[in-house]
């Protein structure tokens, strides 16, 4: 987790409650954006694509995102609630 501003206009009670105390515990901003910085600038990740990477080293990410069918409903049902209607079908 991150230590920044955002969503401090409108913190929700238990925002307001737990922040405070998990705060030390919390990357800096230029901890929190340390990954991405290094995924897009390695010359050697130059040619990775679709992998997941926290704290500058690669991940796999839930076991529930490799399931294909439930992409697909994922993705059907996003398109249907946002009015879509040529989407391709994965």
Same mark, same amino acid.
């Given at each position: 987790m991150v230590s920044t !501003?955002?969503?401090a206009e409108d913190p929700g009670r238990v925002q307001?409650?737990?922040v405070p105390f998990m705060r030390p515990f919390m990357k800096t901003p230029a901890q929190g954006a340390?990954? !991405?910085i290094h995924v897009a600038a390695a010359p050697?990740?130059?040619q990775v694509t679709g992998r997941y990477?926290?704290?500058g080293k690669p991940k796999s990410s839930a076991t529930r995102s490799y399931d294909q069918a439930a992409?697909?409903?994922?993705?059907?049902v996003s398109a249907d609630l946002a009015g879509l209607t040529s989407v391709?079908?994965?």
């Open positions: !501003s955002f969503g307001r409650l737990l340390a990954t !991405s050697d990740l130059q990477f926290a704290n992409a697909a409903r994922l993705w059907q391709p079908r994965l």
